[in-house]
């Protein structure tokens, strides 16, 4: 797009915010929402671990290259004729991250970068940047931290189950009032079935990071009505009353993502 000055110093351009620039690409790519591999948060049983790539941000304290990724992976997963890449200014990747809030331009498009360069370590993306330009291309990467390429998860394998975070993430802002172990839960409440369980003392078997956190996690997304919990009694015969009272959790209905009964959306 060629830029232009005006001579008025009356006239000035708009402020645009990230969250603007997170609806804009989202609504290009004209869907509902943006899928992940389960494996991104917990590897499939069997391994020697059950932890996925998840636990490295949460256990790193890195909730800017958590958010990063996710939008990424929103902005990347719809395949366009570079494949499962897209090329952007980077400035308008600076708006994504929000690096453009407490900084100047300049840094906020070094800091867009470093993020970049961070999730490209973690085996998640390919990132480049012509010499002498301001534009970055990224590139999909398997969920699960591999390297392996890209490929449009669609739940006919167990490798390609996955979980769904609609766009109403992005555009309602919910993403920007969440902190790190409240993004962590709402993945791995995203990630199994509705009214599952979240024991605290499996969280580091599980997922790799604290019953704390867990906890924390929890708590974050019931205080913002993101979560539904319920209490149910379940049998445990040696304890004295022969049941114990557990709670089970799913997302509120404007992160669920309804099923098409035309085209019904794979088991995952």
């Known amino acids: 797009m060629k830029k232009t000055t005006t001579t008025n110093p009356d ?7 990230g969250q603007e620039t997170r609806t804009a690409l989202l609504e290009r ?3 509902k929402a943006a899928p992940y591999r389960k494996t991104f ?3 499939h049983r069997g391994g020697e671990s059950r932890h996925g790539p998840l636990k490295r941000f949460v256990t790193n304290g890195n909730l800017r290259a958590l958010k990063a990724y996710l939008i ?3 902005a ?6 570079d494949g499962w890449t897209t090329t952007l200014d980077s400035m308008t990747w600076a708006r994504l991250f929000d690096t453009t809030l407490t900084t100047t331009d300049q840094s906020a498009r070094t800091a867009a970068w470093r993020t970049l360069k961070q999730l490209q370590a973690m085996n998640l993306i390919r990132c480049s940047r012509p010499r002498s330009s301001t534009k970055i291309s990224v590139t999909l990467l398997c969920e699960d931290g591999s390297g392996d390429e890209y490929t449009r998860p669609n739940g006919k394998a167990e490798a390609d189950r996955f979980l769904q975070i609609p766009i109403a993430f992005w555009v309602r802002g919910y993403d920007t009032q969440l902190d790190l172990p409240g ?6 409440i995203a990630r199994e079935k509705p009214w599952s369980q979240f024991p605290a003392e ?4 599980w997922y790799g990071w604290s019953a704390d956190t867990q906890l924390r996690g929890l708590q974050k997304l019931i205080s913002l009505n993101l979560v539904e919990r319920r209490e149910r009694y379940v049998k445990a015969p040696l304890s004295p009353t022969g049941s114990t009272l557990v ?13 098409s009964k035309a085209t019904p959306a794979p088991a995952g």
Not at 76 to 81: A, K, V
Not at 247 to 259: D, F, H, I, P, T
């Open 72 to 74: 990424t992976v929103a």
């Open 11 to 17: 006239v000035q351009p708009p402020e645009v915010s």
């Open 202 to 205: 499996r969280a580091p078997e």
């Open 247 to 259: 709670y089970e959790y799913r997302l509120v209905a404007s992160l669920r993502v309804r099923k």
């Open 29 to 31: 790519a004209k869907r």
């Open 76 to 81: 990347c997963s719809s395949e366009n004729e």
């Open 183 to 188: 993004l962590a839960l709402l993945l791995a």
């Open 41 to 43: 948060v917990q590897a």
